[in-house]
């Protein structure tokens, strides 16, 4: 079963309910207009990123956002795993776990040499799921952030 469908600027009602509920579980703080403006350039097409809706096209469980960017160390283009979401209701029925399988596969097709993620260290339950996923920490690095 295809699991993820690519999502474009008609994908954007469906997709504000969803964002709006993870970054509320997530407690980032954002409001509609942030989420908008942070999803209409993806869905419109701008390079630097994509987002899949997870589950049936028309009724859509959860999402995953990727940016992309270039690395010298992989040896190419690589990803950042930027966001995934699944609806609270249907979690723990292996969709997540599914569409992270397809996505990988999918980049890996399309040339992109590694994929990156954060995962809150206290979570262990999401640091088992990355882990089932084959994601894994790498030894002295700590991801840094800089908010411009």
Do not use: C
Not at 6 to 31: C, I, N, Q, R, W
Not at 41 to 53: K, Q, T
Not at 99 to 127: F, N
């Amino acid at each position: 079963m295809k699991t993820l469908h690519l999502a474009d600027g008609g994908d954007l009602e469906k997709l504000m309910p969803m964002v709006s509920a993870f970054h509320a579980e997530e407690g980032y703080g954002t409001d509609e207009a942030h989420v908008r403006a942070a999803l209409e350039p993806i869905l419109n097409g701008l390079p630097h990123g994509a987002i899949w809706l997870i589950g049936p096209r028309k009724a859509p469980v959860g999402y995953i956002l990727v940016s992309f960017g270039w690395s010298l160390e992989f040896g190419g283009l690589d990803a950042v795993l930027d966001e995934i979401f699944i609806r609270p209701a249907v979690r723990g029925r292996g969709m997540g776990g599914e569409a992270l399988h397809q996505l990988v596969a999918g980049l890996r097709e399309a040339g992109v040499k590694a994929v990156h993620l954060e995962a809150d260290r206290s979570d262990a339950p999401l640091q088992r799921f990355y882990q089932r996923n084959r994601f894994k920490p790498r030894d002295g690095y700590t991801l840094m952030s800089r908010i411009l």
